[in-house]
């Protein structure tokens, strides 16, 4: 069970758990700014959320600020967005990603367009926390990485980070963010360990971050495709490839120069993420990096993403669904043997 961490007051880094950073952050923003506030399924304690991100929270903070909602995702949504709009500033969580479709007519056509339809005048500043649990076997209806959905919807931001120290300045920068946004997780990432900076730590949206530094093949990945992508990295460099890896960390906004620089460098792109490949977002990062790089690029863009069926519930066969190392690393070879 996710603890509160011990001091979050230091500025000195500390180890901590993916799942404990997120924790940190939510802690941090809720005695920051007493507009702050929770809402979701079971979030308050003992329950603390089904991941157990919350935990502790309610003890400290009081009920009155991490509320446990019914079960009603539209609910959910709608509560924070009007909140939102009468100058709070909510953090809204809708347990598993594939749940999200409920209020997606709340998220898309109130919290998106709040800001334009109002002449600038309403700014929406809401954080949807949701969580994909793609990779443990939960089966077709519990397991899906949907970020593509809203990265075609003006107006709201999506991030979605890969490491603990990520997890943490992202997840406040998005909650003091004044327009909307979508905050995704990765549960299989929870038990992941790295260093976290305490105090006021923020990370910049819309600022990718070079996790690997390489000349002969970038991969762009975001999320948990970035783990993968440098297990990857590792068993090419024994083959004599070096490899970068870039981490979007938001991809709304995108940080597309940081991409056309390294891949500028390199020459060759391969695409990795956990969404389904067939029109996801790999799909705009190879268009864009094609027609900006259009005569520098020495192979075609790959891609490597979820295949374009249900999620199997099977553990081979769910393995067999998402990208792996090996097929990022095949990816990769591919590029490097391209010849015109």
Same mark, same amino acid.
Request: proline share 6%; with cysteine.
């Given at each position: 069970?996710?603890?509160?961490?011990?001091?979050?007051?230091?500025?000195?880094?500390?180890?901590?758990?993916?799942?404990?950073?997120?924790?940190?952050?939510?802690?941090?923003?809720?005695?920051?700014?007493? #507009?702050?506030?929770?809402?979701?399924?079971?979030?308050?304690?003992?329950?603390?959320?089904?991941?157990?991100?919350?935990?502790?929270?309610?003890?400290?903070?009081?009920?009155?600020?991490?509320?446990?909602?019914?079960?009603?995702?539209?609910?959910?949504?709608?509560?924070?967005?009007?909140?939102?709009?009468?100058?709070?500033?909510?953090?809204?969580?809708?347990?598993?990603?594939?749940?999200?479709?409920?209020?997606?007519?709340?998220?898309?056509?109130?919290?998106?367009?709040?800001?334009?339809?109002?002449?600038?005048?309403?700014?929406?500043?809401?954080?949807?926390?949701?969580?994909?649990?793609?990779?443990? &076997?939960?089966?077709?209806?519990?397991?899906?990485?949907?970020?593509?959905?809203?990265?075609?919807?003006?107006?709201?931001?999506?991030?979605?980070?890969?490491?603990?120290?990520?997890?943490?300045?992202?997840?406040?920068?998005?909650?003091?963010?004044?327009?909307?946004?979508?905050?995704?997780?990765?549960?299989?990432?929870? &038990?992941?360990?790295?260093?976290?900076?305490?105090?006021?730590?923020?990370?910049?949206?819309?600022?990718?971050?070079?996790? #690997?530094? &390489?000349?002969?093949?970038?991969?762009?990945?975001?999320?948990?495709?970035?783990?993968?992508?440098?297990?990857?990295?590792?068993?090419?460099?024994?083959?004599?490839?070096?490899?970068?890896?870039?981490?979007?960390?938001?991809?709304?906004?995108?940080?597309?120069?940081?991409?056309?620089?390294?891949?500028?460098?390199?020459?060759?792109?391969?695409?990795?993420?956990?969404?389904?490949?067939?029109?996801?977002?790999?799909?705009?990062?190879?268009?864009?990096?094609?027609?900006?790089?259009?005569?520098?690029?020495?192979?075609?863009?790959?891609?490597?993403?979820?295949?374009?069926?249900?999620?199997?519930?099977?553990?081979?066969?769910?393995?067999?669904?998402?990208?792996?190392?090996?097929?990022?690393?095949?990816?990769?070879?591919?590029?490097?043997?391209?010849?015109?």
């Amino acid at each position: 069970m996710t603890t509160l961490s011990e001091d979050s007051t230091t500025t000195q880094p500390r180890t901590l758990r993916y799942a404990a950073a997120l924790n940190e952050a939510l802690d941090e923003a809720l005695a920051a700014d007493p #507009r702050v506030f929770l809402l979701g399924e079971d979030l308050a304690d003992p329950a603390g959320g089904v991941n157990g991100v919350t935990t502790g929270l309610s003890t400290k903070h009081g009920k009155q600020r991490v509320l446990d909602t019914p079960i009603s995702e539209a609910a959910i949504a709608g509560a924070a967005i009007g909140a939102a709009i009468e100058g709070q500033i909510p953090v809204a969580e809708i347990m598993i990603m594939d749940f999200i479709s409920i209020a997606m007519d709340m998220i898309v056509n109130l919290a998106a367009k709040a800001r334009f339809m109002s002449g600038n005048r309403t700014p929406c500043p809401v954080t949807i926390r949701t969580a994909s649990f793609g990779g443990l &076997g939960s089966g077709a209806t519990h397991s899906q990485t949907l970020e593509s959905w809203f990265m075609h919807v003006p107006g709201i931001k999506v991030v979605m980070p890969s490491t603990p120290a990520d997890a943490k300045g992202l997840l406040k920068s998005a909650i003091f963010d004044p327009d909307p946004c979508l905050f995704v997780e990765t549960v299989a990432l929870f &038990g992941t360990a790295g260093e976290v900076p305490g105090g006021d730590h923020f990370v910049e949206l819309g600022v990718a971050d070079v996790k #690997r530094s &390489g000349s002969d093949v970038t991969i762009v990945s975001y999320g948990r495709g970035v783990l993968d992508s440098l297990a990857a990295a590792e068993v090419l460099a024994g083959e004599g490839i070096d490899v970068e890896v870039l981490d979007l960390r938001t991809l709304v906004p995108l940080d597309l120069p940081a991409v056309l620089r390294s891949v500028g460098r390199t020459g060759r792109a391969v695409v990795a993420h956990y969404a389904v490949e067939f029109a996801g977002p790999g799909a705009e990062l190879a268009a864009r990096i094609s027609a900006d790089l259009f005569g520098q690029l020495k192979a075609p863009v790959a891609r490597v993403g979820g295949r374009y069926r249900p999620i199997p519930a099977a553990r081979n066969l769910e393995q067999a669904f998402y990208p792996t190392p090996d097929r990022i690393a095949e990816a990769v070879r591919a590029t490097i043997r391209f010849r015109r």
